[in-house]
């Protein structure tokens, strides 16, 4: 189930002219929540696992996301809920915004 209030930031976000880039590193679980909530119109691209040589907190994911939405890491910023992906934003440069959840220790 998503989070209350998740799709309506994310379509205030994308309405605002930001560029969305999904990035987990679950395996392809992304494709599947972008369609069964229909968010898929608002994401430039996703990435998961299997993009990964390197899961989090390598800071991988994010500095690959960054490249897609065409922007510094320092320009970017990242909606994280696990421990592993806060620290990972933060070496590299990313302004994290933390939510707490059972993927964070804490």
């Known amino acids: 189930q998503l989070i209350e209030g998740v799709s309506k930031l994310i379509s205030q976000y994308y309405n605002n002219g930001l560029t969305l880039v ?3 590193s679950a395996a392809m679980l992304q494709k599947k929540y972008k369609k ?8 430039k691209d996703k990435l998961s ?12 994911i994010f500095i690959n996301a ?7 890491p320092n320009e970017c910023k990242v909606i994280e809920d696990s421990t ?8 590299v440069g990313i ?11 804490n």
Do not use: M, W
Not at 36 to 43: A, P
Not at 49 to 60: F, M, V, Y
Not at 66 to 72: E, G, L, R, S, T
């Open 36 to 43: 069964r909530f229909d968010l898929d119109c608002y994401f």
């Open 84 to 91: 592993n992906g806060i620290s990972a934003t933060k070496r």
């Open 49 to 60: 696992g299997p993009d990964l040589k390197a899961s989090k907190p390598h800071t991988e």
């Open 22 to 24: 999904l990035a987990s």
């Open 66 to 72: 960054a490249k897609v939405a065409n922007a510094q």
């Open 95 to 105: 302004y994290c915004i933390a939510n707490k959840s059972v993927n964070s220790k």
